[in-house]
Nanobody, 124 residues
Framework: QVQLVESGGGLVQAGGSLRLSCATSGRTFSSYVLGWFRQAPGKEREFVGRISRSGGIVYADSVKGRFTISRDNAKNTVFLQMNSLKPEDTAVYYC??????????????????WGQGTQVTVSS
């Protein structure tokens, strides 16, 4: 019911920046919470941040002050601006939609739809 497509990943040097995009279709864009997660090889999927229906944003402590979530309602797209990137940020980044507004927004199982992911690699 909600389709999500991430883009913008790539290779960047430590200290550099990338902007990820998550284009959505299907359900009305403003009717759900959009979360960002990441997963490195051999690790569990990790919460990065989320933007609520009203525009409220929550970040994980590991990215606070470096990453910024924003959205373009006209384009049904949410962005993840990543600055001051570290090698530890290397992962596949996913966007996900929580249609029923789960209270457990940091948990992957609280989200109903997922994109295919985009690889971010930060070199030292």
């Amino acid at each position: 019911q909600v389709q999500l497509v991430e883009s913008g990943g790539g290779l960047v040097q430590a200290g550099g920046s990338l902007r990820l995009s998550c284009a959505t279709s299907g359900r009305t864009f403003s009717s759900y919470v959009l979360g960002w997660f990441r997963q490195a090889p051999g690790k569990e999927r990790e919460f990065v941040g989320r933007i609520s229906r009203s525009g409220g944003i929550v970040y994980a402590d590991s990215v606070k002050g470096r990453f910024t979530i924003s959205r373009d309602n006209a384009k049904n797209t949410v962005f993840l601006q990543m600055n001051s990137l570290k090698p530890e940020d290397t992962a596949v980044y996913y966007c996900a939609a929580d249609v029923d507004y789960s209270s457990d927004y940091r948990a992957p199982y609280g989200y109903d739809y997922w994109g295919q992911g985009t690889q971010v690699t930060v070199s030292s």
